[in-house]
Structure formats: structure tokens, C-alpha cells
């Protein structure tokens, strides 16, 4: 009777191995529940294999119902958390491939946390299997897509993720910085993570992991670094931020998008941060972003040169890079966040520099701000007055290039409107961000037309 068990086991874990209808169908004809009760109550074999079929029938969203309804995730969760038993590592693959993808149902992960997952999942992490680690950071970084298991796995598996960022298998690796990321990137505070050490470990990974370890360390290192300059600068002294800038130039898109994202954080905070980025060669990679990336890393890298224009000494490299030419660009063809971004850059950048003005209307700047007045959002329009203030502030040229460009009517306009740009179903704050963008943009353009000496 054993073997009949033994055999009919293994037979089906390998059924479960050959695609979606056939594991479609082991469900159907009810198999799930025996095989559930096999790893309650079968022998080592058998619930090895019990658990290898579960494994490979959670890949199937009707099948990891099934599992949840024959009550298989407690017996799945005591074998995880049982170093040494043979079932351990197909256990947890299923308890992973329950909880995978970030629009799992929140049903199949909280039956996991209710069962004592978190738990045993963060003991997994220490075992001396790598296979049986590489499944528990990945099922881990399932669960930390749901806020709620975020604290649990917090409370006791960060120094082991930051440990297993230099496992020796480049898939946990990267599972574990994922992991770290989905922790990170909400309501947990970041100074838990942090606390930890992980940045060393994130760069090393960003320098030479795989495309899914590098994405992920960037993610990480963009959640940890957010209006925090200590963790700036730990980045700063592991030699994160060469690495950052040369994403810029990845041929993944999103890899180029979120090593954007980061260098805007880092520009925003404080000047070191800002000297950094330039020393490494920041400013000609986020310039070659404007022209080349997509819209998400266009704004991102216009953000950063509008913080980088800060210091005069980082206006002058923007506009030798060719920065002026493609923000100017970023008005006329970028997403409304792009064009914001782009005019804020554009105001700093006219701060007392005369050669950045003459840059602005050699190339028909002046045209694109006037333009935006009208046909930007209300923060865009703020932008735009407060550039064109500061060049009616400077040369003759300037001033003439404003009157020409329409730029007094269009100042004439801004200043006598009461329209914030504000559409309904915009949230509470963007009606306050857009009232208070217009209160700005009507004082810039009564300071513009002051300075042009019109009444």
C-alpha cells in the first residue's frame, strides 16, 4: 500500500511539471486534497513529493485556491520551517509560488502570514541549503508587496536579507534587494532598513550583479537615500553614485529610469550630493537623457539639472553639455511633469548669467516660455514667469526677445488671470499646489513687466 502511495506521488509531481492544462485538470478531478494530505501524513518520500507537486500547481491561480481550501498551507508552512526535512525546499518553492506576483490575492497571503509563514520564511533565510534560501527571500519579497507584512518580516529578517545581498547565488541576491525594496518603498520607515548596513552590499550588487540584481539595488538605494542625506551619503562613500550614472545609459529603459529618479532625490537635498553628481560626470548623462530617454526619465532628468542649476558652477556645466537646448526642446514635445521641470531648470539657470541668457535666446527659448504662459499647467506657468523675470532682468537682447516673442500680452494675461489650472478630480493638494502656483506666477509676471517697463 506504501509504495502504491509512493508511486502515485511521484507520478503526480511530474504530471504537475508538464504545463498549465495538465495541472488545470489535476485540479478538476480533486487531486489537490489527497495530495495535500500525503504531506500531512505520508512518509519522507512521499511528502517530498507531495510538496514538489504542490509547487508546481500553485503556478496555476485556480490550483493555489484549491491548496488554501484543502488546507494546505499549514502543513506547506511547518515544513519550511523544519531545517533538514527533505520537503523543506520544494515546501517553500510552493509557499513562493502561492504568494507570487503583485496582484496575488490578498487571500492566498494572508493565509500564508495567518499559518506562521513570516515566521518560518525569515528561518529559512538562514539555512545552509541555498536552494531553500533562494526560495524564502523570493517567497519574502512576495509577501512585502502586501503593507501589512511589511513590520512582521522587519521586526526580524532585515540583517539577514542585507546578509544574503552577498549570498553566493545571484538569483537570491537579487531577491534579497528586492525584498528590501518592497519594505522600502511605503510606510516602513527607511532608518529600519538602514540601520542595517545594506548600502555597501547594494553597490557592490549594482556594480556587478545580474540585470535583476542591479535594478533592484538601484530601487533600493533610491527608497533609502529619499530626503535622507546621511544615507546620500553612504552612498556617496561606497562609490554608489558612478554607478547610478552610468544606468543613465543602460538599454533597459526602466533601469535608466529609476537611476534617474535616484540622481533627482540626491540633486534635491543638499549640495554635496549635487557636487557628487558632477564630479562623477552627472550633468553630460541626465543632458543626453533629455534628448534620449523616455518621458518618465526626461522629467526625472530635468528635475536633477533644475536642482544641479543651484550653483553657478553647475549652470555653466548644463549649458556647455547642451542641457539649455534640450530643456528648451522638453517645453515644446515633453509630458506636462517634463515641461514643469524643464522651466524651473530654465529659472535657475537664469540667475545672473548672462552667458546662459544669451544661450536661452539664441535658440529660441524665450519663444518656448512665452508659449508656455498659456498652454502649460498652473505650476508650468509659474515656471515660465519666474525665467522670463529673470531675463527681462538681464540684456537687451533678452528684454527684445521677450517683446518679440508676443511676451507681453501673454505676462498681461498670466497677471490678471484667476484660473490655477486646477481640473476637477484633482486631489485636495494638487488644488492647493496649483493655487499657490498661481499666486507665484502672477507676482513673476508683474515683476517681468515691471522690468520691461510696461505698465
Given at each position: ?23 488545470l ?19 519522507t518520500?512521499?511528502?517530498?513529493c ?9 503556478f ?15 502543513p ?13 525546499e ?7 509560488n502561492?504568494?507570487m ?28 541549503v541555498?536552494?531553500?534560501r533562494?526560495?524564502?527571500v523570493a517567497a519574502?519579497?512576495?509577501?512585502a ?17 542585507v ?7 545571484a538569483v ?41 540584481g ?5 530601487a533600493t538605494?533610491?527608497?533609502?537615500s529619499?530626503?535622507?542625506?546621511a ?5 556617496i ?17 526602466t533601469?535608466?529610469?529609476?537611476a534617474?529618479?535616484v540622481l ?6 543638499n549640495?554635496?550630493?549635487r ?7 552627472g ?35 548644463i ?5 539649455i537646448?534640450?530643456?528648451v ?17 530654465l ?5 545672473g ?5 544669451i ?6 527659448g524665450?519663444?518656448?516660455l512665452?508659449w ?7 505650476v ?14 538681464g ?8 517683446l518679440?516673442?508676443g511676451g ?10 484667476t ?26 509676471a ?5 522690468l520691461?517697463?510696461?505698465?
Open positions: 500500500h506504501g509504495s502504491v502511495r509512493q508511486s502515485s506521488a511521484e507520478a503526480l509531481a511530474n504530471l504537475a511539471r508538464h504545463g498549465a492544462e495538465t495541472r485538470e489535476i485540479a478538476r478531478v480533486g487531486s489537490i486534497h489527497p495530495v495535500v494530505m500525503m504531506l500531512t501524513t505520508g512518509n518520500t512521499e511528502r517530498v507531495a510538496a514538489r507537486a504542490l509547487r508546481n500547481l500553485a496555476e491561480e485556480q490550483c493555489r485556491f484549491a491548496i488554501v481550501q484543502a488546507g494546505g498551507i499549514t506547506l508552512v511547518s515544513c519550511v520551517a523544519s531545517e533538514g526535512d527533505e520537503a523543506q520544494p515546501a517553500t518553492g510552493a509557499v513562493r502561492l504568494t506576483g503583485v496582484h496575488c490575492e490578498d487571500t492566498l497571503r494572508v493565509a500564508v502570514v495567518e499559518a506562521g509563514g513570516i515566521p518560518a520564511l525569515v528561518g529559512a533565510l538562514t539555512s545552509a541555498g536552494a531553500v533562494e526560495q524564502a519574502l519579497r512576495n509577501l508587496f502586501d503593507p501589512t507584512s511589511k513590520a512582521a518580516i522587519a521586526a526580524s529578517g532585515i540583517d539577514e536579507l546578509r544574503l545581498l552577498s549570498d553566493s547565488n537570491t541576491r537579487a531577491n534579497a534587494a528586492g525584498t528590501l525594496s518592497n519594505l522600502t518603498c511605503s510606510s516602513l520607515p527607511a532608518c529600519v532598513v538602514a540601520d542595517a548596513g545594506p548600502i555597501p552590499s547594494l553597490v557592490t550588487l549594482l556594480a556587478s550583479g545580474s540585470e535583476a542591479r535594478e533592484r539595488a538601484v538605494l533610491g527608497n533609502l529619499l530626503r535622507n542625506s544615507q546620500q551619503v553612504a552612498i562613500d561606497a562609490g554608489g553614485v558612478p554607478l547610478l550614472i552610468s544606468c543613465l545609459s543602460a538599454s533597459n529603459p533601469d535608466c529610469e529609476r534617474a529618479a533627482r532625490n540626491f540633486a534635491a537635498d549640495p554635496a550630493s557636487m557628487a553628481i558632477s564630479a562623477a560626470g550633468i553630460p548623462r541626465l543632458v543626453g537623457l533629455l534628448r534620449e530617454g523616455n518621458s518618465t526619465a526626461q522629467e526625472h532628468a530635468a528635475a536633477a539639472l533644475w536642482s544641479m542649476a543651484y550653483e553657478s558652477e553647475h549652470r555653466a556645466a549649458a556647455e553639455a547642451g542641457g537646448a534640450g530643456l526642446a522638453l517645453i515644446a514635445a515633453g509630458s506636462p511633469s517634463g515641461q514643469e521641470n524643464a522651466a524651473a531648470a529659472w535657475n539657470l537664469t540667475c548669467n548672462s552667458r546662459e541668457e544661450a536661452i535666446v539664441a535658440i529660441g524665450i519663444t518656448s512665452v508656455l504662459l498659456s498652454a502649460g499647467n498652473g508650468a506657468r509659474m515656471n515660465a514667469a519666474g525665467a522670463l523675470a529673470n531675463l527681462a532682468d540684456s537687451t537682447q533678452a528684454k527684445a526677445a521677450i518679440e516673442a507681453i500680452n501673454a505676462l498681461r494675461t498670466l497677471l490678471l488671470s484660473e490655477s489650472g486646477a481640473v476637477p478630480g484633482d486631489t485636495a493638494a494638487t488644488h492647493e499646489r496649483s493655487a499657490w502656483a498661481l499666486v507665484v506666477a502672477r507676482e513673476c508683474g515683476k517681468a513687466l515691471e520691461l517697463d510696461v505698465v
